[in-house]
């Protein structure tokens, strides 16, 4: 498995929706909160080059919003 990281807010709805599809497909991630976390929001808008979340990290690829396709291609799912 991929090592897979999410750049997230609290009140973001596609962010939720991203950690609960990957709770049901058994996928463990390690999650930033990028609303309290200056480091990590640095570091995902200078990997990604924009604000919005969420931002998947899966492997070296990079995920914009919650790409379920993208997201189910990269995992091999």
């Known amino acids: 498995m991929q090592n897979v990281t999410i750049f ?3 009140s ?3 962010c939720h929706m991203a ?6 497909k058994n996928v463990t991630y390690t999650e ?3 609303a309290s976390n ?3 929001r640095k570091e995902m808008i200078d990997k990604s080059g924009q604000m919005g ?5 899966i492997g070296e690829e990079i995920i914009i919003g919650f790409n379920k396709p993208k997201i189910v291609q990269l995992l091999g799912l």
């Open 19 to 24: 950690k609960e599809f990957f709770k049901e």
């Open 53 to 57: 979340v969420p931002v998947i990290l």
């Open 38 to 40: 200056l480091e990590k």
């Open 32 to 34: 930033y909160d990028v």
């Open 8 to 10: 997230s807010t609290p």
């Open 12 to 14: 973001c709805r596609f």
